[in-house]
């Protein structure tokens, strides 16, 4: 078997199956022949193209990876299309009149940034329901006659050479079941009628005020500072740890016979390409290494590294020209979050549970769903996933709806050219509508309903650095601005990335896509599986190891993220304010469950006793997506607990069931 066969098995291949099919095989290495592009390549590239697809047709069988191929063909002749057409208009000259090539527009463009948002004056004026948009917004200037709900026109006019969206209503199994975890403990039970009062208490263990610091005014002398800092509290760590001797540190760059242990941080001697063995460094801090960079030789241990990833190596600079690895050491883990026995009782007592048979009752565990944005498919701003998800926390008395961000995406076609109509509302003029106005009509208007038919519900709103409503542009991110986008009262705006108590329960919240990142930039050395064979288990036990949100550095060119249906093409990216690093640490205890939305395949694991969730994003670019629904059960003392009474570990991850489900 070829080497390149032995690389598509390993990337492409899902255990228990070690061997692709032949012919799937075949065709791949015949995409990477054609385009003259690695495996690892390859994969990016058939990541990219699932995202795209967004629905069951993205299953790597014979007719999606043929279809893939063409794809791919489709992208590098209209590239060379774009190329031809830029040589054969630089021969005509700059003083070429301008061809009015769309129906209604003015010919050099001039009226774009001038034109307001306007209001559909063509949608209907009967009733709709509760969770239904008004009316279906239209795309393009282009056809300016054309009825703003002609959804299969708006379909056909985003994107003309990428294949159609599924229509929300034409979605395949809505409602099923794709992944389950703790599956013996049984779903919770919608109660006769919602509660009369709110189950949830919610408090916020992150400083939000902190949040609010000016955006894109970061010293170099600050982000140095914190850097360092963040390899000295590592240090400290490890020896208090492994209950080192402050001789037992030292130097990695500096020549010497004796091993040693530095720590520091991972770092590529490249600012281009993607950090590899060859390349790696190791940089230390200006008080243990005077900001030195040491390459490191690692082929005599199997670990997984990530630039910006804090490690402690034991080894020798025998020659002064590189640090020799002999053994990584190992990271404290935080201690678990814990609670008073008092505490426990009196949120049982709340919840009516008075023996121990009451812990076991469904309709008495917390109903708990999350989802992630995009919230509507880039053909359209009707938000019908979003409108569906209100009515599924409705129908299943939900006790709260965690929903993360974007909201209002920039990725969005039709938002980032400007060009859509708002349903109709009598209290917006048409010439002075704003996002605002977009903001209280496309997401406020289906909480408030869902807030009116549940009134004990708890919503929290999580922004991310894609919204269009949020002023504070850098990660960590302040939140929305609540009070003028017309939210209900149950709902909480907090800051990105954030830790929050649900009663007794800690969780931790990030709407950046760090294991997408982490995916791409990790380096396995050793063995091709790492640590952990399971790549959805391995990078969040990353930000688990680092107590980090985001513990990578630098982030990942925007250039090199998947590409969005916008005319530029290219994603936002993690616009990272260094000095504020410190807001994504994780300070006092491990979170008893890690909310995570990424672009990678929708999962719930528990990693070193953390149940860590990626509900998936509730709308693809082309199709619908999903949602984690968790049933939470009480937490039940044993008898040696209450004997030796002392503060009790949560154990979320044992009373959770969680299961990810298709819109």
């Not at 329901?129 to 009316?135: D, I, K, R």
């Not at 919240?509 to 790549?535: C, F, M, P, T, W």
Request: aromatic share 6%; charged share 25%.
């Amino acid at each position: 078997m070829s080497a390149i066969t032995d690389e598509l098995n390993d990337i492409f291949a899902i255990p228990p199956i070690n061997e692709l099919p032949p012919d799937i095989s075949g065709e791949l290495q015949s995409i990477c022949r054609l385009h003259s592009i690695s495996p690892k390549e390859l994969s990016y590239k058939w990541e990219s193209y699932s995202m795209k697809m967004g629905s069951e047709q993205t299953k790597l069988d014979l007719t999606t990876v043929r279809a893939f191929k063409k794809d791919l063909q489709e992208i590098v002749e209209r590239e060379a299309r774009s190329k031809s057409h830029m040589r054969s208009a630089d021969r005509r000259g700059a003083f070429a009149t301008p061809r009015n090539t769309s129906k209604g527009g003015d010919t050099f463009g001039m009226l774009d940034s001038i034109t307001p948002i306007q209001r559909s004056t063509g949608g209907s004026k009967k009733r709709k329901a509760p969770y239904e948009t008004p009316s279906v917004p239209k795309f393009s200037k282009a056809d300016g006659m054309s009825s703003p709900s002609d959804v299969k026109s708006l379909s056909s006019r985003v994107g003309q050479n990428s294949n159609q969206s599924v229509a929300f209503a034409e979605r395949q199994h809505p409602g099923q079941i794709i992944e389950t975890l703790n599956g013996h403990l049984d779903a919770h039970e919608p109660p006769v009628a919602p509660h009369p009062e709110p189950r949830v208490k919610l408090t916020a263990n992150t400083d939000l005020k902190k949040f609010r610091y000016r955006p894109m005014a970061m010293h170099l002398s600050e982000a140095s500072e914190v850097l360092d800092d963040r390899i000295d509290e590592f240090q400290a760590l490890v020896q208090t740890h492994h209950n080192l001797d402050d001789p037992a540190f030292g130097n990695a760059a500096a020549q010497g016979t004796n091993q040693i242990i530095a720590v520091g941080r991972i770092a590529s001697d490249s600012a281009e390409g993607k950090l590899n063995a060859a390349s790696m460094v190791l940089e230390m801090s200006r008080r243990t290494g005077a900001g030195l960079r040491v390459p490191l030789r690692v082929e005599s241990i199997a670990y997984e590294f990530f630039p910006g990833q804090i490690v402690a190596v034991r080894g020798i600079n025998a020659s002064g020209d590189y640090f020799s690895v002999d053994e990584v050491l190992s990271i404290p883990l935080l201690k678990l979050a814990a609670s008073q026995q008092s505490t426990i009782d009196s949120l049982n007592e709340r919840f009516g549970i008075t023996d121990d048979e009451d812990h076991n009752i469904p309709s008495k565990a917390l109903n708990v769903i999350t989802a992630s944005g995009p919230y509507t498919a880039d053909d359209n701003l009707a938000f019908e996933p979003l409108n569906a998800l209100c009515q599924k926390a409705e129908e299943t008395c939900a006790d709260m709806l965690i929903l993360i961000g974007p909201f209002l995406d920039t990725e969005h076609p039709m938002l980032a050219s400007g060009d859509f109509d708002l349903p109709d509302d009598p209290s917006i003029e048409p010439d002075r509508a704003t996002l605002v106005d977009a903001f209280r009509l496309l997401i406020a208007k289906p909480l408030q309903a869902l807030a009116q038919a549940i009134p004990s519900i708890t919503i929290v709103c999580i922004p991310s650095t894609r919204d269009v409503m949020n002023k504070h542009v850098s990660w960590p991110q302040d939140n929305l601005p609540g009070k003028k986008l017309g939210l209900p009262k149950q709902a909480k705006m907090v800051s990105n990335p954030v830790t929050v108590s649900i009663n007794e329960i800690v969780v931790a919240i990030s709407a950046q896509d760090v294991l997408y990142e982490l995916r791409r930039e990790e380096v396995v050395v050793g063995n091709k599986h790492g640590r952990e064979g399971n790549l959805l288990a391995r990078l969040p036990r990353h930000l688990i190891e680092q107590r980090h949100f985001f513990p990578l550095y630098p982030p990942v060119d925007r250039t090199l993220l998947p590409k969005t249906g916008t005319e530029e093409g290219v994603a936002v990216g993690v616009p990272l304010d260094v000095s504020y690093l410190k807001l994504g640490e994780w300070l006092e205890a491990r979170p008893d469950m890690l909310i995570q939305p990424s672009a990678l395949p929708q999962f719930a694991k528990v990693v070193e006793n953390v149940l860590v969730v990626n509900p998936g994003p509730l709308s693809k670019r082309k199709g619908a997506g999903t949602f984690a629904q968790m049933t939470i059960y009480p937490r039940k003392l044993t008898e040696q607990e209450r004997s030796e009474g002392k503060l009790v570990a949560h154990k979320l991850f044992e009373r959770a069931r969680v299961d990810v489900v298709r819109i």
